[in-house]
Structure formats: C-alpha cells, structure tokens
C-alpha cells in the first residue's frame, strides 16, 4: 500500500508541474492592469491614446494670431481627467519642417467629441497659448528659431486629448531691410479722446504689416497691408503697441514699443438701444436685427453669437442686419454699439432669441 501512495504521490506532482509549464507566457493575473495601446495617426505617428487633464489656459474667445512676442504665458492648472474625446492627429507645418520665413498657420484635423482646442507652443525663453473652436491659428514666429507645440481638443464637461509634440524651425534669412518706424500718436502722448490712428513709415520690402496693441488686461492686433490702422480704446487707459515688417519670404523686424495714453471722462456718445427682435423672443429662421440711431453716430459695430463658438461681429452704418437661414432650435446673443469721430459708446445690453 506504501507503494501504492508513493506512486500516486509522484503523479499528482507529476500533473502539478506540466499544470505551470504550459501557462502563457506573458500572462498576468485578473489585477494587473495591462498598458493601454498606441494608435496610429494619418501620418503613423504614434500616439498615448490617454493624456492626463490640464485646464485650459486660454479665454473663451476665438484668438486667431498667436505672436511669439518675448512675453512668456502662464502655466497650465492640473484639473480632473477624462476620456470622452477621440484622438487629436497635426498636420500643418509638417513635423520637422523648415519654413521659408518666420509665419506658419498651424493646423490639425477636427476631433470627434471637441467643442474647442487649446494651443501650446514654445521655443527656448519663450512659450505661448491660444484658445480656439476652430482647426487653426495663424502665427507669427521670429526667425532663425525652433519651435514646438501640440493641441488639446476639450469637451463640453471640460475633458481633454492630448496631440503628440511636433517641432518647426522658421527661416534664418535676413528679415526686411528696416523696422517700421512709429510717429503717431506721439511717444507718450494723452489724447483728447479715445480713439485715434495708428501710424507708422513704410519699411522696404514689406508687403504687410502685423501690428499688436495692448493694456493691462487686453491685448488685440491684426494684418494690414497699409501703413496706418483705426483704433477705438478705452477712457483714461494707457496702450502700448508696436508694428512688424513682413515681407514676401514671411521675414519680419519689429518697431520699438510706442505708448500713449486715451482721455479720461465718460463715453463719447450714448449706447444703442436694441428694438427687434424682443429680448427673449422666438424668430423664424430669417430674422432682422434692429436698433435704435444714436445721434452723432458714424458706423456701429455688432456682435452675434451663439454657444458652440460661432460669432459674427462686423461693422455697419445701417441700424439692421440680417441672420438667414438660422438652425432650428438655437439661441444666439447679441449686442451693437456706436462710433462717432471722437470715439465710441459702451456696448448695448445684451439681448438673446430663439429660432424656432
């Protein structure tokens, strides 16, 4: 019987062992977290398929051109994760690429889920940040530099994807033969009102002109191919601004940083006052926007947007403008104000309506 037990012993043992040989190899056990996959973009560059969440940076509003102006943006806050949003692939420039001058528009493909993207992009001793619901923003970097940036596409509860970190490097050819000089208004000049032009001499070789005006809190510019721009400020506010040379090859050179301060006291004239449609009404789908003329008013400036990132903002001298074809079941907000010669109004009160 001794022998009986010894041999039924040994196949037990015998079973046990072949029992761990033929296990899988690379098998884990029920709690060990496997790594998630990489995916693939258009381009088969690899990706994390989750980033851990950063709030945005960025304000609401659309913001068009990034300029790589020397002043470096705040951090990134850390916020909560989530993982509702489809991947985020770059396109334009390609990675690695060599401009032929310093400005690029950088873009990359919609993501599924996104209601709007945050950008990043930096250099050594500078980095900067735009928020915008569209696919691109135009940018205006500095010669002779390496850049690098990527994109997070946000929900609407405030999740985020992440792109992977693509780098450019912008064109080290001689920028425009001069600056643009600044002359008016006059280096720390107070003005009699608040608004007044921006002008400065031609530079050779130019063929536009990119120009940044700022104050405590708010900053604004844009692409002109002359060499003077309108500006309507704010009461007993000190601007600071400066213009850059772009030539054909996409070379810049800067101007010195001017400065001037607008007049004190209220409003140059009275706000408009909306009259159609009511606020809070329900509209058809085509549907006018009226207000009320303000006396001494040269031109109004209107404002009309609608949740999801669409606005429409231009300029008029008639007191109406038109939404056509508006979708079913939006709600837009607007609002109009009013220049005359010496400056502007405050805005109207804002208004909102319904297509039904």
């Not at 979708?327 to 220049?339: H, I, K, L, M």
Request: hydrophobic share 35%; net charge positive; proline share 5%.
């Amino acid at each position: 019987m001794s022998v009986r037990r010894t041999i039924l012993r040994l196949s037990g043992l015998i079973l046990l062992f072949l029992s761990w040989s033929i296990t899988p190899a690379g098998a884990q056990s029920p709690d060990v977290e496997t790594p998630g996959p990489i995916f693939l973009g258009p381009a088969g560059l690899a990706s994390s398929n989750y980033s851990p969440f950063m709030a945005d940076v960025g304000s609401a509003a659309d913001q068009d051109v990034l300029v790589d102006d020397g002043l470096e943006s705040e951090p990134d806050p850390a916020a909560p994760s989530g993982k509702t949003l489809g991947l985020v692939y770059l396109y334009q420039p390609a990675n690695n690429a060599r401009l032929s001058g310093s400005s690029t528009t950088l873009r990359w493909y919609q993501t599924s889920g996104a209601v709007r993207y945050y950008l990043r992009i930096w250099r050594t001793g500078w980095s900067g940040s735009a928020t915008t619901t569209r696919t691109y923003v135009n940018f205006n970097g500095r010669i002779g530099q390496t850049y690098y940036w990527y994109v997070r596409a946000y929900d609407s509860s405030g999740n985020y994807r992440q792109s992977v970190t693509w780098y450019f490097h912008t064109a080290g050819a001689n920028p425009t033969s001069n600056a643009p000089v600044p002359y008016s208004p006059t280096y720390g000049a107070r003005l009699t009102g608040q608004s007044c032009w921006l002008c400065w001499q031609a530079s050779s070789g130019a063929v536009r002109y990119f120009y940044r005006i700022w104050c405590t809190g708010w900053s604004g510019g844009g692409d002109v191919t002359g060499t003077s721009v309108w500006f309507n400020g704010r009461p007993n506010t000190n601007y600071s601004w400066w213009v850059r040379g772009i030539n054909s090859s996409g070379t810049a050179r800067q101007s010195a940083t001017w400065n001037f301060t607008t007049a004190s006291g209220s409003w140059s004239i009275t706000a408009p006052r909306m009259i159609s449609p009511a606020n809070g009404a329900t509209t058809p789908s085509n549907v006018g926007l009226f207000w009320e003329s303000v006396h001494g008013a040269v031109r109004y400036q209107y404002r009309v947007w609608r949740s999801g990132g669409w606005v429409w903002t231009n300029y008029t001298t008639a007191r109406s403008i038109a939404l056509v074809a508006a979708p079913s079941g939006t709600t837009y907000y607007w609002w109009v104000r009013a220049y005359d010669s010496a400056g502007r109004s405050a805005q109207s009160s804002t208004h909102w309506f319904r297509i039904r």
